[in-house]
């Protein structure tokens, strides 16, 4: 084995609580919250809120489920890791490649939404190019700053986040003295109905925080990583629910469209004519830290832990010599979501639909794995956790509503979509497929060099 491996990403311990928790906020989906956000209050009215706030309680108690595992193994592979140890390869396989493979997905989605984003700023610019190059550009300045390093990486996260975090709050505060409520009723003008249905919504919304675990393999103190998990859903939780309540205070729901980013247009009467630059610039940062250290990050460090364990290419697991980042995985994962991106631009339903769903199939699948790897962990290591520095408390009330989070999502996704998970079903056939025939032909392989060497 090479020197550049034998570093491994383990040797890497650079990122401090603040690196992480930037990391958990800055990955909730940042179009979910600023692009889709008149989608879920169409669906829901202003019952929204409430909608948006189950499916971020769920995402919370996930956090507090996982704290454990993500203590306890703290590793580069994160799920992939924890599943495998407790179900077997094929399990850990599934639960890191899922996950990756959503965040893939965003990489296309968030990526396109980050170009129009852009082009708010640059309204003479015209046709669909515009977009798909301000992706591409971003992207791959990303790419770098992860290739570079991950300090550096987590540095300009950690700067966008409070960035983010600043201004969403000033707009709830300030605009606090604005509202009409008024606006807030009828709570439910489409029923139940439109209550459940916008739970999804919300938890595309708020898809992705967990995505700080993958942190476990360079965090300097493990303890840091079960404490980013909960103040990080915590603080979106509360930042993003008081927003969309001061929002919805200003703007009656049946007023707000889907053509642009209601913040916008809110923006603009809390903070005046530069609200609409200042919040647009925000909605850029959201989905700019979604690319940064969600995307490019967090997949290309699943890529990692899965080529070391051998279920995936050995040139996944190349670490440089001196800035310890996959390079090789970081580049794969740009060129996919570039791909996604000219495919959004080609075929925009396609990417917003149905591959968005399949992101929420997928880390749906990712969840529930991860999540029953937890309850093993605690029947079948039970003296090892209790030796932790960190347990979840209230045990096992947090697997159990994590799990009632994940039916509550399920239900709302596909009851009306069956062959959408018919297909996510047959793509997961496909994977069991190619990883069997993968590892069938590397153990044939590994048996013929012991042969020959003998």
Not at 92 to 120: D, E, N, P, Y
Not at 231 to 260: C, E, N, R
Request: glycine share 12%; proline share 4%.
């Amino acid at each position: 084995m090479s020197n550049n491996n034998q570093l491994g990403l383990e040797s890497q311990k650079k990122l401090g609580y603040w690196s992480i928790w930037a990391l958990g906020v800055g990955a909730v989906i940042g179009d979910g919250i600023f692009l889709l956000m008149g989608q879920g209050i169409a669906t829901a009215g202003p019952g929204a809120i409430l909608a948006y706030g189950v499916a971020g309680l769920s995402q919370l108690f996930l956090m507090i489920a996982l704290g454990e595992l993500a203590v306890g193994m703290p590793t580069a592979g994160a799920m992939s890791t924890w599943v495998e140890r407790f179900m077997g390869k094929w399990w850990g396989f599934l639960s890191g490649f899922t996950f990756a493979l959503g965040w893939v997905i965003a990489g296309g989605s968030v990526g396109l939404a980050l170009g129009k984003i852009t082009m708010w700023f640059f309204p003479q610019l015209k046709g669909d190019l515009w977009p798909m190059f301000f992706a591409i550009f971003f992207i791959t300045l990303f790419a770098v700053l992860n290739i570079l390093g991950t300090e550096i990486a987590a540095r300009t996260q950690l700067i966008l986040v409070v960035i983010m975090t600043l201004v969403m709050a000033l707009f709830s505060i300030i605009g606090i003295k604005d509202m009409n409520f008024e606006n807030f009723t009828p709570f439910l003008p489409h029923g139940m109905d439109g209550f459940w249905s916008a739970i999804p919504l919300g938890t595309y919304a708020y898809l992705g925080a967990v995505t700080l675990a993958t942190a476990g393999g360079e965090v300097k103190n493990p303890k840091d990583l079960p404490k980013a998990l909960i103040w990080s859903s915590l603080t979106f939780l509360i930042l993003y629910s008081a927003a969309q309540a001061v929002l919805q205070g200003l703007i009656p729901w049946d007023k707000i469209t889907m053509d642009s980013s209601p913040f916008t247009e809110a923006a603009g009467m809390v903070f005046g004519v530069a609200g609409a630059y200042i919040m647009n610039m925000t909605a850029w940062i959201a989905a700019a830290t979604c690319i940064l250290m969600g995307t490019l990050y967090a997949s290309s460090r699943i890529f990692y832990a899965q080529a070391k364990s051998g279920f995936l290419p050995s040139f996944f697991a190349y670490v440089h010599p001196k800035t310890g980042t996959p390079v090789y995985g970081i580049i794969v994962v740009w060129a996919l979501s570039v791909g996604l991106v000219v495919l959004g631009v080609l075929n925009p339903d396609f990417l917003y639909v149905e591959l968005s769903t399949q992101l929420v199939l997928a880390w749906l699948v990712s969840w529930t794995l991860a999540l029953i790897a937890g309850i093993l962990y605690r029947k079948k290591a039970l003296q090892e956790v209790k030796q932790l520095p960190w347990r979840q408390p209230l045990y096992p009330l947090f697997p159990v509503l994590g799990f009632v989070g994940i039916g509550i999502v399920f239900y709302g996704t596909f009851v009306g979509s069956p062959m959408t998970l018919v297909r996510g079903a047959i793509g997961m056939v496909v994977l069991y497929v190619l990883f069997k025939l993968f590892n069938k032909s590397k153990n044939l392989s590994n048996t013929s060099s012991k042969d020959t060497t003998m």
